[in-house]
């Protein structure tokens, strides 16, 4: 009962981790840090199935000893981040996705890819069930996360139908809660640094583009259960609620007394117009379905932003 999590430094990774502990697994989280932080796993400190091994899966991958599932986590997710780092997101996509299912391989072990909605690309169809295609430009500024997403789906696929390799794919649609960088070029940690730092929240485009989001501990629910399951092919795992970024950013407004006003700046190439998860294949196999609700995980996540910001403006 011992699990590999690349990328367990990260956001989704560190929670994954939490929830795999609760479980009675061990632990191995491996993260080379590009994105990822350290003190996202600080409260782990001291547990005795808990191991955290700073690594770069794009460059090898090495563990010793039994290991019962790799789950692959690792990778930039916000737009600043994967065009920061586009060389490192094609290779975790592509190059870290065969380590890390070479590994499982080897081990003997189960596998799991973190795959996303971008899979989906600017979607022609809303909701997005599993079985549409997508519509995503190959060349585009975003296609070095999308289409390394989209290969390590294909890959990952390969050795199941190859090697007979044990894997399982789901697809993460927005997600939000405790963990997530302030400012990280995301809706929500973007417009609630700028409700915090007093800054116009920005709306790119009309607003009118539209986002379901998800709460975390929702989320890594769905997680569990499907690498639980039998299931090989990708499923939707989101909050199927969809609403307009502007209706979003009026929400967040809603939290801070005196909150800046809204500006509209030019929509980023490629950007979705509509971003919404067909959970039906998840409700029908895991008998899953999100269970916070908007308001109350806003609420969580906007505390701990709040400490988040006032740590950052103390340090300045």
């Known amino acids: 009962m011992r699990a590999v999590v690349t990328g367990g430094a990260g956001f989704l990774g560190s929670h994954l981790c939490d929830r795999l502990l609760a479980e009675g697994w061990e632990v191995l989280a491996l993260d080379n840090l590009i994105t990822g932080d350290e003190t996202n796993?600080?409260?782990?400190?001291?547990?005795?199935?808990?191991?955290?091994e700073r690594q770069d899966v794009n460059e090898s991958c090495r563990v010793n000893?039994?290991?019962?599932?790799?789950f692959h986590f690792a990778s930039p997710a916000?737009?600043?981040?994967?065009?920061?780092?586009?060389?490192?997101?094609?290779?975790?996509?592509?190059?870290?996705?065969?380590r890390t299912l070479d590994l499982a391989l080897e081990k003997k072990a189960k596998y799991f890819l973190a795959s996303t909605s971008e899979c989906y690309g600017d979607p022609s169809i809303s909701p997005q069930p599993e079985t549409y295609w997508g519509h995503v430009n190959?060349?585009?500024p975003r296609s070095v996360?999308?289409?390394?997403k989209r290969f390590a789906e294909a890959t990952t696929m390969a050795y199941y139908r190859h090697h007979g390799a044990d894997t399982h794919i789901v697809r993460i649609f927005n997600t939000y809660g405790?963990?997530?960088?302030?400012?990280?070029?995301r809706a929500l940690p973007n417009f609630v640094f700028q409700a915090l730092s007093g800054a116009p929240i920005t709306v790119y485009g009309d607003g009118k583009q539209t986002r379901s989001f998800c709460y975390v501990s929702d989320l890594i629910e769905g997680i569990y259960r499907l690498s639980q399951s039998d299931?090989?092919?990708?499923?939707?795992?989101?909050?199927?609620?969809?609403?307009?970024?502007?209706?979003?950013?009026?929400?967040?407004r809603s939290h801070f007394p005196n909150a800046p006003a809204i500006i509209h700046e030019p929509l980023p190439e490629d950007d979705p117009k509509q971003r919404c998860p067909d959970?039906?294949?998840?409700?029908?196999?895991?008998?899953?379905?999100?269970?916070v609700s908007l308001e109350e995980g806003l609420a969580l996540t906007l505390e701990f932003f709040k400490g988040q910001y006032a740590k950052l403006a103390a340090s300045l």
Do not use: C, Q
Request: proline share 9%.
């Open 138 to 140: 190959p060349v585009g």
């Open 279 to 291: 959970i039906s294949k998840a409700k029908k196999l895991l008998g899953w379905e999100p269970k």
């Open 231 to 252: 299931e090989h092919f990708p499923t939707n795992i989101g909050n199927p609620t969809e609403l307009t970024i502007h209706e979003f950013a009026e929400r967040i």
């Open 65 to 70: 000893g039994d290991v019962a599932y790799v």
């Open 145 to 148: 996360y999308d289409e390394a």
């Open 41 to 52: 796993l600080a409260h782990l400190k001291g547990n005795r199935r808990f191991r955290f």
């Open 78 to 98: 916000s737009p600043p981040d994967y065009l920061k780092f586009p060389i490192e997101t094609l290779k975790v996509g592509s190059i870290a996705t065969m």
């Open 178 to 185: 405790p963990r997530m960088r302030l400012n990280d070029g």
